[in-house]
């Protein structure tokens, strides 16, 4: 795996999983952007003679090249959000806890962080033709901390995801009973 920074590490935590979402997401949004990429080029085709007759008077031709210009602008502005949002949302489970990492628009991020011997129920779910097709869903995680549940939301291979959580949650619990009784013993 590579190199991950890992926010507020604790000693000899390593990395088990590192999970964005399922690249078929990325795609979807893309294609939809390009669709709408696509409307100046119809619009141009459906209608020629009005959009020529706007193009040859000097206003025309300049407020048509600005309208162009800004709706191509702020079309790779909503790209680039969909891009940021996929790459940005993480979530990390490492040998100690869950970390999940979410990215709401440009300037904003939630992070949220649980124990993994808190974990109380990990559950897969995938729903629709394409998530079954594809094999990617959800996966929520039921804890006994301040923040109730963590979804993992859209990512690939779920069952395996809450599968390997929960034998690491339970491998956790038992780690921290045994220690317990091997301090209650000192």
Same mark, same amino acid.
């Given at each position: 795996?590579?190199?991950?920074?890992?926010?507020?590490?604790?000693?000899?935590?390593?990395?088990?999983?590192?999970?964005?979402?399922?690249?078929?997401?990325? &795609?979807?949004?893309?294609?939809?952007?390009?669709?709408?990429?696509?409307?100046?080029?119809?619009?141009?085709?459906?209608?020629?003679?009005?959009?020529?007759?706007?193009?040859?008077?000097?206003?025309?031709?300049?407020?048509?090249?600005?309208?162009?210009?800004?709706?191509?602008?702020?079309?790779?502005? &909503?790209?680039?959000?969909?891009?940021?949002?996929?790459?940005?949302?993480?979530?990390?489970?490492? $040998?100690?806890?869950?970390? $999940?990492?979410?990215?709401?628009?440009? &300037?904003?991020? =939630?992070?949220?962080?649980?124990?993994?011997?808190?974990?109380?129920?990990?559950?897969?779910?995938?729903?629709?033709?394409?998530?079954?097709?594809?094999?990617?869903?959800?996966?929520? =995680?039921?804890?006994?901390?301040?923040?109730?549940? &963590?979804?993992?939301?859209?990512?690939?291979?779920? $069952?395996?995801?809450?599968?390997?959580?929960?034998?690491?949650?339970?491998?956790?619990?038992?780690?921290?009973?045994?220690?317990?009784?091997?301090?209650?013993?000192?």
């Amino acid at each position: 795996m590579r190199k991950f920074y890992l926010p507020h590490a604790l000693p000899n935590e390593k990395i088990i999983l590192l999970i964005r979402r399922h690249w078929f997401v990325l &795609f979807i949004r893309l294609m939809l952007w390009a669709a709408i990429g696509l409307i100046p080029i119809a619009l141009g085709l459906l209608l020629p003679g009005d959009l020529q007759r706007a193009a040859e008077s000097t206003v025309g031709y300049a407020l048509l090249a600005l309208g162009i210009s800004l709706y191509y602008l702020y079309l790779w502005l &909503f790209i680039f959000n969909a891009f940021v949002d996929y790459y940005l949302d993480v979530w990390i489970v490492t $040998n100690e806890r869950i970390i $999940n990492i979410e990215q709401r628009g440009l &300037f904003s991020r =939630i992070a949220a962080e649980q124990r993994l011997s808190r974990i109380q129920d990990v559950a897969a779910e995938t729903v629709g033709f394409w998530p079954t097709f594809l094999r990617y869903g959800e996966v929520r =995680i039921q804890t006994a901390g301040e923040k109730e549940r &963590f979804n993992f939301r859209q990512v690939p291979e779920p $069952n395996d995801i809450a599968r390997k959580i929960s034998s690491l949650a339970q491998l956790k619990r038992h780690y921290e009973q045994v220690k317990e009784e091997h301090d209650q013993l000192q």
